[in-house]
């Protein structure tokens, strides 16, 4: 059974950092490209990026209004997927979704897997 | 970016009725556009993907087609299940974008 598993939310301030992790079973971590998407209170869903597997370097993509301030890693040996958030604003409060991508190709590049979501609030 | 529009953004439906929800996407994007479903407090469930690929699992009733810019998603019979949200997303190029969202409740 493929479960994911998101930790790391929580209060911050305006200005600070947050590392959210997601932890992954079921299903073979490291042939999988890996997505994070979140979801503002009430709001819609927001993709807010991607990283490709070792076959692919690793390489990421990402959302405009995370660029520069967000990096998303991974470590294939503990199956765990990775969100590094810096300079955080009221605008970032919002569950965090960590997903699995169905494939590499275009036509499997959505989410066919979602975590429960954690919750990051951005307050002071 | 692909902007993608759905509507209605709400509908009120009874169970038994068919249901149309539509998303447009700002440019074409072949056929390579994913259906979620989401209820209060969990997460987002994938219901179709390539536009008219039913996910495993998901009950016949779903149906999706579509190529380009405008595509479909219907319920042919309204269980009380499906009361939900649902959103469209499209895979076909970064940023991977998603609707706006269309939330079906009991009439």
């Known amino acids: 059974e493929v479960q994911l598993v998101e930790s790391g939310g929580g209060l911050v301030q305006p200005g600070g950092s947050l590392r959210l992790s997601c932890a992954t079973s079921?299903?073979?971590?490291?042939?999988?490209?890996m997505d994070w998407v979140r979801q503002a209170p009430g709001k819609g869903l927001e993709w807010v990026g991607r990283?490709?597997?070792?076959?692919?370097?690793?390489?990421?993509e990402y959302a405009a209004s995370a660029k520069g301030r967000f990096t998303i890693s991974r470590d294939d040996s503990r199956n765990s997927l990775y969100l590094q958030m810096n300079s955080l604003n009221t605008e970032d409060t919002a569950v965090y979704y960590c997903?699995?991508?169905?494939?590499?190709?275009?036509?499997?590049?959505?989410?066919?897997?979602w975590g429960q979501g954690t919750l990051v609030t951005v307050s002071s | 970016d692909i902007q993608l529009t759905q509507s209605p953004s709400f509908l009120s439906a009874s169970i038994g009725d068919r249901v149309t929800i539509t998303c447009r996407a700002s440019?074409?994007?072949?056929?390579?556009l994913a259906w979620y479903q989401q209820k209060p407090g969990k997460a987002p469930k994938l219901l179709m993907y390539?536009?008219?690929t039913l996910q495993s699992g998901v009950p016949s009733r779903f149906s999706g087609s579509g190529s380009g810019t405008e595509f479909t998603l219907t319920i042919s019979s309204l269980q009380p299940e499906d009361f939900a949200t649902y959103y469209c997303?499209?895979?076909?190029?970064?940023?991977?974008?998603f609707g706006g969202g269309t939330k079906v409740e009991i009439k």
């Open positions: 990283t490709r597997n070792r076959a692919n370097s690793y390489t990421t």
């Open positions: 997303q499209q895979h076909n190029s970064y940023p991977l974008t």
């Open positions: 997903t699995r991508v169905r494939s590499s190709s275009w036509s499997g590049s959505f989410s066919d897997y």
């Open positions: 079921g299903f073979t971590f490291s042939d999988h490209y």
């Open positions: 390539v536009a008219a």
């Open positions: 440019q074409g994007i072949s056929n390579y």
